[in-house]
């Protein structure tokens, strides 16, 4: 057993969900008991989306456990293809699931649907989230790529769901019409290449890594799309993200494939190479360094000239770091914790492009234990590898640093230890689902990078201010220093308006008011006085303050 | 209009439907995240998995916290080879809790689906901690695995353990009055002064805020639930010897003078002197509440199933503000205790127990209802949809209960309607 406050990742069916989630027609049964439907929040949610999940889950009871939950798994397969009609299915099970062996992938059969079904086996308790998606997507690749026509997705059966029936395409798409502000994710453009070279077929690749859920893949996507084009190249499939299984069934077609998230698409992209001999990338453009690196190595396979791109970076990330006003950066000392992809490039911009000093490095993804162990061995320090967050505390702790840049676990270590803190890596929570455009990958994801990585310094020197005078009337004890809660103390109440002179507060009301709490206390104060002076209270009680409640509202 | 209600337990008003199939609601351990701040020196360790981890973390993680009193014991696959080891296994993790939390009095071992599955005994787990423990922590243990229980259910298997593991009430104590169900800090006080106003003296609360203020039980105890998804407890009280007071569930200007009335009668106190105490405040709260009544008169309302206080919610939307109820899910109907909300409800009101989320959505996108009561896996799809929404949870989590929170009652429920018309984007 290990003992979690909190957990990095989520198990791997959370993984397969990512994956079904960012693709379109879909659609993934799992096995699984009442409640495990919490996950449909990480979506509609943490990244709300406007559409239902693509998931029908069991939801068995215990009183269903008496032997008919492989009956109520075939049902459920039954019914999803029937109501959603996709054009292939995923089935697994959850953690519970998996304890009573009903074989989701034998019933799946058995049920005999026309489309793929591929069944997932998911061990919950030795692998998750990041390893269920990886081997959801490989499973996926491999069954819809590996016999290209065998399996092509049959026409939707009712004439209903127009254009390759996808279980949520052919709604969503009226959905959106019929209320513009439906948000979703964005399906990519039709793939009509700006131009022709006269008779010369332009070089192609696919993009692979991208989920549902995923830290910033959102914006990554359309800046490393965008730069891929200004290159030359031609992008074939966006996968899993806003893919199809029909999709996937021409991956095959490209000449290499860009990897942006290892964690995710290195198995599929290693089985593509065997099987179509596709290069992949290894380079993941986080950071400038990296991105020239990456525009280098993306050049060579396609065999295209990187140079017009290299000269045209369109960043700010080395002026900003160059100029006198980020003198101050140099040295600081930064902790980095995360995936390893995140973790790894975002120590070699702290370092290289930022001039601060990493004094810690680590990852919970052991599968990537070799390449963080390497990066830190470079900077000179000791790879941290564990899932364990107290662990991460207990290195924080010891470390001292001055910045803290990790996952979301991070953040309430820092607001423990009072540190400033910037999140760099999934696990994250909906503040890091932006509205705005911020990618972290490509050259403005170097300008993304360089705000996000300094802002929270910013605050704490305003802090250090505060410390060094202590009674200013402004930033007294529990005004926010500005934006980022973070670090700040809470505890004590912030200045509240000076009572009325002329009225009486009874001990109990008084008592009363400071059960409302501190941001609304100021005006529920104000509201009660003005209510006595209207009329003509001249103590107030506690039901005074009641009385003032119910006529002003809130 | 102003009298308290009679308790008419004759059924000819609603209809009740039983649906089964695929039920989209949290589990039993997601009480944990208002437990834990009601029950102020308690720790939950959850036995289970990563997903259960992953649900608190999603469910509370959004908050950031320096110590937080939950957390899960995720079993690995070399736990499940084995028994015997699990339990030196769990002893070696409440010993890091609590090397950690030395303040922590009350330590629940929260049971899961995996744990429940694969039948380890937590009760005798706790048992055991308990006589190594004791006097400085006591472990209680419970279930809130989605296969046993619902959402909100999960407050109600925790407190059946805190009622089994309460103190025995002297023979001779007075009669006292236990409310039941963790309210917040502040509606409690609203109520403890209203019981006092009444001339019910020391009436206690079950939980109580930290485990030395638990109330003593027995015959001498009569309780009032405050939440309507509190059967276990309920049987668990009666088994200790209490009787339960049956009113409609103190929700608005109406429920919560019904609620108090019947108290007060159990306790002989005259419908005069209740009167007398809550002529006033119920009348403040129906002005609280009628400043909201102009958005909701006539509004079509659907709940789908959550928490199981969607009855008495529904009947304060349609008695106090004029909405009409198409349908009313449930996961569970209590029928002892909704009985005088059912009761209050329109005829022909529809309600359906236990779900089938795929048949709802159908029905809800042909009504197309003016306010769909849901839990957020449905009500961004639904607003995306075009149909307002009032998320559920929002319900538990707020201050609902008594007079002087009918009004901010009243306004959960028409803030979406009011944001609709603010938005010109």
Known sequence: MQLAMWTYEGPPHVGAMRVATAMRGVHYVLHAPQGDTYADLLFTMIERRGERTPVTYTTFQARDLGGDTADKLKTAITDAYERFQPQAMLVGASCTAELIQDDPGGLAAAVGLPIPVVALELPAYSKKENWGAAETFYRLVRTLAGSKGATPPPPPPCGEGEGGGGSGEGQARERRAASPAAPCSEPPPPLTPPHKGEGERRPTCNILGPTALGFRHRDDVAEIRGLLERLGLTVNVVAPLGASPADLARIGDADFNVVLYPEIARTAAEWLKRQFGQPFTTVVPIGVGATRAFVEEVASLAGLDPTPILADERTRLPWWSRSVDSNYLTGKRVFIFGDATHAIATARVAASELGFKVVGLGTYLREFAREVRAKAEELGIEALITDDHLEVEKAIAALQPELVLGTQMERHVAKRLGIPCAVISAPVHVQDFPARTSPVMGFEGANVLFDTLVHPLMMGLEEHLVAMFRDDFEFADGALPSHLAGHAPMDAPPAEPAPDAGIVWEASAEQELKKIPFFVRGKARRNTESFARQTGIAAITVETLYDAKAHFGR | ?425
């Open chain 2, 1 to 425: 209009m102003n009298a308290p209600v009679a308790l008419p337990l004759g059924c000819d008003a609603p209809k009740i439907r039983s649906e089964r199939g695929q039920r989209a609601v949290f589990c039993g351990l997601t009480g944990i995240v208002w437990l834990h701040r009601k029950i102020q020196d308690a720790f939950f360790l959850v036995v289970g998995s990563r997903t259960c981890a992953h649900l608190l973390q999603s469910a509370a993680g959004v908050m950031i916290f320096a110590e937080p009193r939950f957390a899960t014991a995720i079993m690995e696959e070399r736990d499940l080879a084995g028994m015997a080891d699990m339990h030196d296994e769990l002893d070696r993790v409440v010993g890091q809790v609590l090397e950690r939390r030395p303040d922590i009095r009350t330590l629940f071992l929260v049971g899961s689906c995996p744990s429940e599955v694969i039948k380890l005994d937590l009760a005798k787990a706790a048992t055991r901690l308990s006589q190594r423990l004791a006097p400085d922590v006591r472990v209680l243990a419970y279930s809130g695995s989605g296969i046993e229980t619902t959402f909100t259910e999960g407050e109600d298997a925790c407190l059946s353990a805190l009622v089994a593991a309460a103190p025995q009430q002297a023979a001779n104590a007075p009669e006292q009055l236990v409310v039941v169900g963790a309210l917040p800090d502040i509606v409690e006080d609203q109520f403890a002064r209203l019981f006092s106003e009444l001339g019910i003296p020391d009436v206690r609360f079950l939980p109580a805020r930290r485990a030395d203020a638990a109330p003593a039980l027995g015959p001498r105890t009569r309780y009032l639930l405050a939440q309507p998804f509190l059967g276990a407890t309920a049987t668990a009280l009666d088994a200790r010897g209490c009787s339960g007071v049956v009113a409609p569930f103190p929700f608005g200007a109406e429920g919560t003078t019904a609620w108090l009335s019947a108290a007060a009668e159990a306790f002989g106190i005259s419908p005069q002197r209740v009167r007398e105490v809550t002529a006033l405040k119920e009348n403040r709260a129906r002005v609280a509440v009628s400043r909201h009544a102009a958005r909701l008169e006539g509004k079509r309302v659907m709940f789908f199933p959550d928490s199981q206080l969607e009855p008495p919610l529904a009947r304060f939307l349609s008695r106090e503000l004029g909405a009409e109820i198409i349908e009313v899910g449930t996961p569970y109907l209590h029928g002892r205790w909704l009985a005088p909300d059912l009761a209050l409800l329109p005829a022909g009101t529809q309600i359906v127990e236990g779900a089938d989320v795929d048949r709802q959505l159908d029905r809800c996108r042909a009504e197309r209802p003016d306010l769909t009561v849901c839990g957020l896996g449905l009500a961004n799809p639904l607003e995306a949809e075009g149909l307002a929404t009032k998320w559920s949870i929002e319900l538990l989590f707020t201050p609902t209960h008594g007079y002087e929170q009918a009004g901010d009652l009243a306004e959960l429920f028409a803030r979406p309607l009011a944001r609709r018309e603010l938005l010109e984007v």
